[in-house]
């Protein structure tokens, strides 16, 4: 049963926006804080982002702060990643992700569901 999917990734060009979003199953929604990930070709999987259950924390990784807003939307139990000022190094297969740590969890272990992931490539 898939519990968590990605969608709205894509190409884009240096500078740009995208917001990717994560549609998840209700009940883990609902309780769990929801983060997102991203694996570049021949890299491990890095921390992006993660809100709390009720939106009212947020942690960033340093790459990206001041760049990428994450957010939720309980009532469509969907979490967003809207990123503004892409950088050719954003290029990742991005994931969305719900762990029971709340938002300061940051490795991947600490997150019991994945999505299947949606690619970002943005050009130089």
């Known amino acids: 049963q898939v519990q968590l999917v990605e969608s709205g990734g894509g190409l884009v060009q240096a500078g740009g926006s995208l917001r990717v979003s994560c549609a998840a199953a209700?009940?883990?929604?609902?309780?769990?804080?929801m983060g997102w990930f991203r694996q570049a070709p021949g890299k491990e999987r890095e921390f992006v982002a993660a809100?709390?259950?009720?939106?009212?924390?947020?942690n960033y990784a340093d790459s990206v702060k001041g760049r990428f807003t994450i957010s939720r939307d309980n009532a469509k139990n969907t979490v967003y990643l809207q990123m503004n000022s892409l950088k050719p190094e954003d290029t990742a297969i991005y994931y969305c992700?719900?762990?029971?740590?709340?938002?300061?969890?940051?490795?991947?272990?600490?997150?019991?569901?994945w999505g299947q992931g949606t690619q970002v490539t943005v050009s130089s």
């Open positions: 209700p009940r883990i929604f609902m309780s769990y804080a």
């Open positions: 992700a719900a762990s029971k740590y709340g938002p300061r969890a940051t490795r991947v272990y600490e997150y019991d569901y």
């Open positions: 809100i709390s259950w009720n939106g009212a924390s947020t």
